[in-house]
Structure formats: structure tokens, C-alpha cells
């Protein structure tokens, strides 16, 4: 690389040291591979990210599963029943 940079350097008029412009290979190089990890990492192990919207509405449903599920046991064990439901609005069970 350090033969590329010198003729890219000697044509832009940058005068460079050959340690110097190893040094500034191996950075350009380590970038490179940076890069390529992080697009990688983001294409193939990507998990849907949810937008805050998203993840207050699934807490909501969540809350409202565990509120369903108490009223349903209450109802259980009033009315000692084995199994309740809600049909067209009313509140069955057996």
C-alpha cells in the first residue's frame, strides 16, 4: 500500500516519510475493515429496531393482556367457572 500512497501523495505535492505513509496505510486499511464489519454486523445480525411508538403500543397491549387475564381469573373464582370468555361484549363461562 505504502507504493500506492507515494505515488498518490507525490501527485497531490504531500511530501510523507515511508513510515509515514505506512502508518497512514494501516490506518486507511483498519478503517476499511471497520467499515466492512460494521455493515456486516448491520445487515446480518440486524434485529428490527421499533420505533418508541411501537414499543408504547406493545406495552399497552401487554398491560392490557395481564388486566384481561386477572378480570378472567376474578371471574373464575367467583362464579367458580373453568373456563370464561367474552363474546359480542358480554362475559361468558362454564
Known amino acids: 500500500m505504502v507504493e500506492y500512497l507515494d505515488e498518490i501523495f507525490e501527485s497531490a505535492g504531500v ?3 515511508p513510515a509515514q505513509m505506512e502508518q ?3 490506518d486507511i486499511k483498519d478503517g476499511l475493515e471497520m467499515e466492512r464489519e460494521m455493515y456486516y454486523n448491520s445487515v446480518v ?3 428490527p429496531e421499533k420505533c418508541v411508538k411501537c414499543q ?3 406495552s ?4 392490557l393482556k395481564e ?3 386477572a378480570y378472567r381469573d376474578s371471574v ?3 362464579r367458580n367457572a373453568t373456563e370464561v370468555w367474552i ?3 358480554d362475559v361468558r363461562y362454564l
Request: net charge negative.
Open 67 to 69: 388486566e384481561i387475564g
Open 24 to 26: 497512514i496505510g494501516n
Open 87 to 89: 363474546e359480542d361484549g
Open 76 to 78: 373464575k373464582k367467583r
Open 60 to 63: 399497552e397491549i401487554e398491560r
Open 56 to 58: 408504547n403500543l406493545e
Open 45 to 47: 445480525s440486524r434485529t
Open 15 to 17: 511530501i510523507a516519510t
